[in-house]
């Protein structure tokens, strides 16, 4: 299992698309290849839209970039 490095780039915004924020969440993902990576980083960014459209009137959308293989450890 190998450690990649996966940025979650996401905006949110309100009903009215006057108040977008725009964000990136570096996070590291233990994985056997990078598209199990990626699958996982979704997971990822699926849980905090999740949380985020629980919110009256805020929406959370989101991407992933930038995976690349660590020389980190797993822990």
Same mark, same amino acid.
């Given at each position: 299992?190998?450690?990649? #490095?996966?940025?979650? $780039?996401?905006?949110?915004?309100?009903?009215?698309?006057? !108040?977008? /924020?725009?964000?990136?969440?570096?996070? &590291?993902?233990?994985?056997?290849?990078?598209?199990?990576?990626? #699958?996982?980083?979704? $997971?990822?960014?699926?849980?905090?839209?999740?949380?985020? !459209?629980? /919110?009256?009137?805020?929406?959370?959308? &989101?991407?992933?970039?930038?995976?690349?293989?660590?020389?980190?450890?797993?822990?």
């Amino acid at each position: 299992m190998k450690m990649y #490095s996966v940025t979650i $780039d996401a905006i949110t915004m309100d009903s009215t698309c006057d !108040n977008i /924020i725009k964000t990136e969440t570096q996070v &590291y993902v233990p994985a056997n290849s990078r598209g199990e990576a990626i #699958s996982a980083a979704c $997971d990822m960014g699926q849980a905090m839209a999740r949380s985020t !459209n629980h /919110i009256s009137g805020i929406a959370l959308y &989101y991407r992933i970039i930038n995976v690349k293989e660590t020389e980190q450890g797993i822990a």
